[in-house]
């Protein structure tokens, strides 16, 4: 929680972290999270998911929007601090519910042909799938090749968040991102939490309103993939909308694939 944020980061040893501070929400309240003075690099990352597990601190790398920088981490532009509801929310009812709002309701045929083969039937959950590697593991080598490339996220700093797991994280942040489709707290929680046990997945990266997942078990099978691939489009309908245009093309891009991006316009 927020109000337990300066005792976490206290309870470390002394000289742990980089020069960073705590950020206040632009609305006022308890801080929501630390975040690092400098850009972010590989090593802080690892270094503090190995050597502080258990910490309830969970480190994200917190990436600004293109042009302004400082937004939304350096300027405190989430929301007040909340408790991010822990249940209540079931992932297949939320998953099934978006979809039923993200299909097409007509019989155009360009349409129908962006969610073949399943139409207006949700598909329910895809099956867990075979991890690859340690989730941890995974998490670093997403961490590695997306600071290997500073134009792709643009200024990205060190964040911690109070939460159990990177499924906690974004709403503890009191982030924002998906705000026009789904809700950033709970419902956001609880998929991320689902794809988590199922998938090996953690969230090592938010911007102002993209999410980057690191996956350990991800479908390696056609059929798998497209299964996966109908959860991504209930959860972030312009991943396929403004992207691949269908559900059989994107199923094939993450198809094996260890990682998982998500852009909401």
């Keep these: 929680m927020p109000d337990d944020l300066p005792r976490l980061l206290g309870a470390l040893p002394a000289g742990e972290l980089p020069p960073g501070r705590l950020i206040t929400p632009q609305a006022g309240g308890p801080p929501r999270y630390w975040l690092s003075d400098a850009a972010a690099g590989p090593e802080m990352w690892a270094q503090f998911r190995r050597d502080h597990p258990g910490t309830g601190l969970w480190p994200l790398l917190l990436s600004g929007l293109g042009g302004q920088p400082h937004r ?14 822990r249940g209540g ?17 007509d019989d155009d045929p360009e349409l129908a042909g962006a969610t073949a ?16 590697e340690p989730a941890g593991d995974a998490a670093d080598d997403l961490v590695d090749f997306l600071l290997s490339d500073t134009e792709y996220l643009g200024e990205t700093r060190l964040g911690l968040v109070p939460a159990a797991d990177g499924a906690d994280a974004p709403a503890a942040t009191g982030w924002r991102g998906p705000v026009h489709h789904i809700d950033a707290g709970g419902q956001l929680t609880a998929v991320l939490r689902s794809w988590a046990e199922r998938f090996g997945a953690l969230v090592v990266g938010v911007g102002f309103d993209t999410l980057q997942l690191s996956v350990a078990a991800p479908p ?16 972030c309908p312009d991943n396929v909308r403004q992207g691949s245009g269908s559900l059989a093309a994107y199923a094939e891009e993450i198809r094996g694939r260890q990682s998982w991006s998500f852009w909401w316009d």
Excluded: M, S
């Design 72 to 85: 939304p981490w350096v300027d405190g532009e989430v929301a007040p601090a909340r408790r991010p509801p």
């Design 220 to 235: 390696t099978a056609a059929g798998h993939a497209l299964r996966v691939a109908a959860e991504h489009l209930a959860f």
């Design 89 to 105: 929310h079931d992932p297949a009812e939320l998953l099934a519910r978006w979809w039923d709002g993200c299909v097409p309701e």
């Design 117 to 132: 083969p399943f139409g207006r039937r949700w598909p329910g959950l895809a099956a867990p799938g075979e991890p690859q």
